[in-house]
């Protein structure tokens, strides 16, 4: 079998983004993937996720997410397809955004303006007016942000698996990594679970919530946690259609609830949270919504938007985030094996950077740093160490 340059493990957003980014540098890239590709249960397998600027007072996400926005709008005129979708982003408040609960809203809001955008302040009639579908009686301030919206993920990933394919990474699906031939500390190949051996001088371990399982002394360091999605069939959608609706955020960090505008083609509005989530093992654990989430998410919609009240649950799933600690990513080389590097770590704020994250892995492989390399590093987490993005919903900042 051919020996790869590198081998990419993992056939999600960082292992696609990395291989294609690998290749594009002129090396031999090969990528193994459980299954096909999208697989049915990637957290990067889904209709929507959103792309948005606003990460509260964190700059460095906020100069990310701005990089790859341009590049979405790049990479929608490159591939003759359209990935990213601007609708826009609407935060809800049920106080002042100068209040002391919302500060992630303040400092996004503030950055905003600091940067040299207009995003446009509401007020509970404006948003009446604009955004009909929401209770008036419970948001009353808002900002809204036309440069942001949300991506097809499962779109993307098998758009750029194509790609792929087309500038000559070899693809190989259904081939599950199990472990690793290691000699002299250097890494010389990866082994699979149906019996092949892989010959790499580098291998890339971009599994997703599998990485600890591959890597087990990453466990103490990241999770896997799994948090509900669920699809709603609104009776009338004309309220949920941009640019009547938009990407949302309701009182994110003291609820975690965020959703979608009315997507055609499967005819739902996507609703979520962004919360601690269920501790969830990506092999063994089942991927249910429980009773009790979908009563809590009946509640909200009830509370937010009313027209949804009676709307059909026509589907649910369980997305699984792989949560470092910190919920920063892991995009580095191993400190003790020579030619292994992960990129991982994602939290939930992975597939919105898919643009820059090939490059910063391809980066890391090549033994260079990047601009945001610093805050991604192999590192030390303790159980003393705080999640720290702003809008989710994490009790006592603890994962």
């Given at each position: 079998m051919k020996k790869y340059d590198v081998l990419v493990i993992g056939g999600g957003i960082y292992g696609v983004t990395a291989?294609?980014?690998?290749?594009?540098?002129?090396?031999?890239?090969?990528l193994i993937n459980p299954d096909t590709i999208p697989h049915h249960l990637a957290a990067s397998t889904d209709v929507t996720k959103a792309v948005r600027?606003?990460?509260?007072?964190?700059?460095?996400?906020?100069?990310?997410?701005?990089?790859?926005?341009?590049?979405?709008?790049?990479?929608?005129?490159?591939?003759n397809e359209q990935m990213y979708h601007e609708v826009g982003f609407?935060?809800?408040?049920?106080?002042?955004?100068?209040?002391?609960?919302?500060?992630f809203e303040k400092h996004s809001y503030q950055n905003l303006l600091d940067a040299g955008y207009k995003p446009d302040r509401l007020n509970a009639e404006s948003i009446k007016k604009r955004f009909p579908a929401v209770n008036t009686s419970e948001y009353i301030d808002a900002n809204f942000n036309k440069k942001a919206g949300y991506v097809d993920s499962a779109l993307t990933v098998k758009t750029l698996a194509n790609y792929?394919?087309?500038?000559?990474?070899?693809?190989?699906?259904?081939?599950?990594?199990?472990?690793f031939e290691i000699e002299n500390g250097a890494l010389t190949a990866v082994k699979t679970k149906e019996g092949h051996t892989f010959q790499c001088g580098h291998a890339l371990v971009a599994a997703g919530a599998h990485t600890p399982l591959l890597l087990p002394e990453l466990q103490p360091y990241m999770k896997s946690t799994g948090h509900p999605v669920f699809w709603?069939?609104?009776k009338n959608r004309n309220n949920f259609i941009p640019p009547k609706f938009s990407v949302f955020t309701a009182d994110i960090s003291n609820s975690g609830w965020y959703g979608?505008?009315?997507?055609?083609?499967?005819?739902?509005?996507?609703?979520?949270?962004?919360?601690?989530?269920?501790?969830?093992h990506p092999e063994n654990d089942d991927r249910q919504i429980t009773d009790a989430e979908a009563a809590e998410m009946r509640s909200f919609v009830k509370m937010t938007f009313p027209e949804l009240i009676d709307a059909p649950l026509v589907f649910s799933r369980r997305c699984l985030y792989i949560?470092?600690?910190?919920?920063?990513?892991?995009?580095?080389?191993?400190?003790e094996i020579k030619g292994l590097s992960v990129s991982t770590g994602g939290s939930g704020h992975g597939l919105k950077m898919a643009p820059i994250l090939g490059a910063m892995a391809a980066?890391?492989?090549?033994?260079?740093?990047?601009?945001?390399?610093?805050?991604?590093?192999?590192?030390?987490?303790?159980?003393?160490?705080?999640?720290?993005?702003?809008?989710?919903?994490v009790i006592n900042r603890k994962l």
């Open positions: 291989a294609v980014e690998l290749a594009k540098r002129k090396h031999s890239v090969g600027m606003e990460y509260g007072s964190d700059m460095e996400y906020f100069k990310m997410v701005e990089m790859s926005i341009d590049k979405w709008h790049e990479w929608n005129d490159f591939f609407l935060m809800l408040c049920k106080d002042s955004i100068e209040s002391e609960k919302h500060t792929a394919r087309s500038i000559g990474v070899d693809i190989h699906e259904g081939q599950t990594a199990n472990g709603l069939r609104p979608f505008p009315f997507l055609p083609k499967q005819g739902i509005v996507k609703i979520a949270k962004h919360s601690n989530g269920t501790a969830v949560d470092t600690l910190d919920g920063h990513f892991w995009i580095d080389n191993h400190p980066d890391i492989v090549e033994g260079k740093s990047h601009l945001f390399s610093k805050r991604y590093r192999w590192r030390h987490l303790s159980g003393s160490t705080s999640q720290v993005e702003e809008a989710r919903y």
